[in-house]
């Protein structure tokens, strides 16, 4: 398992390459077979590869498993929201936040904001020469979360990025709150981050104003004066700071990885556009914001979105506590340890994908593209389902539409994406972006 302490944390955090199975995986696999321990960031941890068992434990959610996280990614998000809770806790606190981004809030109000909010960043980056598209989708995306849930300004939510990204590099880090650890400037940013949330949070509460109509803050406020209810200020907090967090980190990862597939995929370039202008064909007002029924008849888009994740792996390892000793396969795994389910060894399955290497959406032609199966978990699986999926999709979606249909772009520099082990576009995909609309000055 490594060396004293800091096990094989070292392995699992080196450089590789982000298509395939990253290679720390890999060679364990081959080495230990598909259920093999560690130990990382100072927690024991047993990897499965397997298909059977990590569908074995997405279906024994809070019977054996617990969704966990690495102790420094807990206490980085906050003990008191998503990632700190279990059980009936958990569900209470996913009911919360689908208040906000549930299927009748994405139909009746998001789709039309994301339009909005979309067509308006687009336009920015024609303007802006090259654009590094990591960057450029995280600030358009952290500006719509910020102002649909604290209600801020532009300037306001760019502030707060500021703060968040400090806490991103010491999500995964190891605990050791030291000056110049990745731990502590991670502590350093989220206690900057909740301190401009907990200023909004209060200054509504004391004011007593609701928004001109309901948003998200008023929600929780309506809960924590709720007798029956076990939510804090403090969980509040903590909730906000994780949903704003999820909301943005990894679909901007989704919408830059469409720029390379794309470019290395033509023909599906075009059948994505023939799909986008024959949305267009059909309007009466060519000019009309994206509706509802439109959004839910861009089935190539959704194949494409969903191929996209598969391949990106965006989270390549699913944490879950053992709750108890449990045996699987001969083996018994300690109450205690943390379990992680290894998606890149599903998702490039050649068992279960042909060609599993390869950028192919319309392999997704006859499944079902909005649920977990054994063969694909992107957005998690069992009951703890991502929370904020539906609306990731969503903004994919309608990001690729106007791409299609109102700019035309081309890369300027392909980067270098590496994994460690998340993703990680330091030399980023950049590219160039023209206005439809208007002629292009050489």
Not at 369 to 374: E, F, T, V
């Amino acid at each position: 398992m490594g060396l004293p302490l800091i096990g094989e944390t070292l392995q699992y955090f080196s450089k590789g390459p982000y298509e395939g199975i990253p290679p720390f995986i890999a060679k364990r696999t081959a080495k230990y077979g598909t259920l093999f321990k560690t130990s990382l960031v100072g927690q024991p941890i047993v990897i499965s590869t397997d298909p059977e068992i990590n569908y074995y434990v997405f279906q024994q959610e809070d019977k054996l498993f617990q969704c966990s996280y690495t102790k420094s990614a807990v206490e980085l998000s906050g003990k008191q929201g998503l990632m700190g809770n279990g059980g009936s806790a958990h569900k209470y606190l996913r009911n919360l936040v689908l208040s906000l981004t549930g299927p009748d809030k994405l139909k009746t109000k998001l789709v039309s904001e994301v339009d909005i909010i979309t067509r308006e960043h687009l336009h920015r980056w024609t303007t802006q020469g090259e654009v590094e598209v990591k960057d450029a989708s995280e600030i358009m995306l952290f500006i719509f979360i910020a102002g649909k849930i604290l209600g801020m300004n532009e300037q306001e939510a760019l502030t707060l990025r500021g703060h968040y990204k400090a806490f991103v590099k010491g999500f995964l880090s190891f605990p050791i709150n030291l000056p110049g650890t990745a731990f502590h400037s991670g502590l350093q940013g989220r206690k900057s981050a909740i301190k401009m949330i907990k200023y909004i949070f209060e200054k509504r509460r004391s004011s007593k104003e609701k928004a001109n109509e309901q948003d998200f803050i008023d929600y929780l406020l309506q809960e924590i004066d709720n007798e029956e209810t076990f939510i804090t200020e403090d969980t509040a907090v903590d909730l906000i700071f994780f949903v704003i967090f999820a909301a943005h980190e990894t679909t901007s990862s989704t919408m830059t990885l469409l720029f390379k597939y794309l470019t290395e995929h033509p023909d599906v370039l075009r059948q994505l556009k023939d799909e986008h202008e024959n949305i267009i064909r059909n309007r009466e007002n060519k000019d009309a914001p994206i509706s509802w029924a439109e959004y839910k008849s861009m089935n190539f888009t959704h194949k494409v979105t969903n191929e996209t994740v598969r391949l990106a792996n965006i989270a390549p390892g699913i944490f879950r506590k053992v709750l108890k000793d449990v045996e699987i396969k001969g083996y018994t795994i300690p109450e205690g340890w943390t379990m992680v389910v290894c998606a890149p060894s599903v998702h490039l399955d050649e068992n279960k994908y042909e060609n599993p290497l390869e950028f192919n959406p319309s392999r997704w032609k006859d499944e079902e593209l909005h649920g977990a199966s054994k063969r694909f978990m992107a957005f998690g699986g069992g009951n703890r389902m991502c929370v904020g999926a539906d609306l990731s999709k969503m903004q994919t979606s309608i990001f690729l539409h106007y791409l299609m249909t109102s700019f035309r772009w081309d890369v300027a520099n392909k980067g270098n994406i590496i994994r460690q082990p998340y993703l990680n576009f330091n030399d980023g995909i950049r590219i160039r972006v023209h206005d439809n609309n208007k002629e292009i000055i050489a």
